[in-house]
């Protein structure tokens, strides 16, 4: 049973170019979590979202990032214009009852 | 709005000891709370998890408690080991029942041999 997948494990993009992070949640579970840890910073929600369905997006930056969570396929978190602020681990959970499983990241250099 | 503090922020010690690391969280209408363990450059692993009808899980060398009135979790860790070197992450719901979780800055462990 794998657990929740996340690729790619790094990603370097210039800065004006987009990045596509990607999440698979563990077998089972069809909602997903995005947080995103900053340098120094603890891990911050950004946004939930079950099958085709965005419940809640309250930690997203309003202008640049999107996610979505197609019916088949992996969620996918975008991030349009990067600019070096945008450099982070960004991590994806899934739950089952109650307790969050985490994927090993995504770490998004801006350069 | 929930907040979650963590102390101390880096803790390091021979190994052998016998460790506590703290947690307190600003809204007290948890369902549950979790601990977390994260390696440098890693995701984070599910230590434990406590619900809020219970006092304490143990689980090895690793033992929680909550005490939900006065907003505080502590992780003892007995008999440390070398390997044990990681941050130690506390997380509760932003609110009631929501899932999504409001995280401490951690506390970064470093166990000597």
């Known amino acids: 049973n794998a657990g929740v997948m996340q690729n790619p494990r790094h990603l370097v993009r210039r800065r004006g170019q987009e990045a596509r992070l990607r999440c698979s949640p563990m077998?089972?579970?069809?909602?997903v979590y995005w947080y995103r840890q900053l340098p120094e910073e603890g891990l911050k929600f950004m946004v939930y979202?079950?099958?085709?369905?965005?419940?809640?997006e309250s930690g997203m930056p309003k202008e640049r990032f999107s996610a979505e969570f197609p019916k088949e396929g992996p969620s996918i978190l975008r991030i349009q214009q990067v600019v070096r602020g945008d450099s982070a681990a960004y991590f994806c959970?899934?739950?089952?009852?109650?307790?969050?499983?985490f994927g090993q990241g995504t770490r998004l250099t801006v350069v | 709005k929930q907040e979650v503090t963590q102390i101390p922020a880096a803790l390091s010690v021979p190994e052998g000891e016998n460790l506590v690391l703290n947690c307190s969280f600003t809204?007290?209408?948890?369902?549950?709370l979790q601990w977390f363990r994260q390696d440098p450059g890693k995701g984070l692993t599910s230590l434990l998890l406590?619900?809020?009808?219970?006092r304490e899980q143990t689980s090895g060398r690793l033992n929680a408690s909550l005490d939900k009135s006065s907003g505080r979790s502590t992780l003892y860790i007995a008999a440390s080991q070398p390997g044990d070197s990681a941050t130690y992450l506390c997380?509760?719901?932003?609110?009631?029942?929501?899932?999504?979780?409001?995280f401490g800055k951690g506390t970064k462990l470093t166990v000597n041999p």
């Open positions: 959970a899934s739950s089952g009852e109650f307790e969050a499983f």
């Open positions: 077998k089972g579970h069809s909602h």
């Open positions: 979202l079950q099958k085709e369905n965005i419940i809640d």
């Open positions: 809204d007290s209408a948890i369902y549950n």
């Open positions: 406590i619900q809020s009808s219970q």
């Open positions: 997380a509760v719901p932003s609110q009631g029942g929501s899932e999504k979780l409001v």
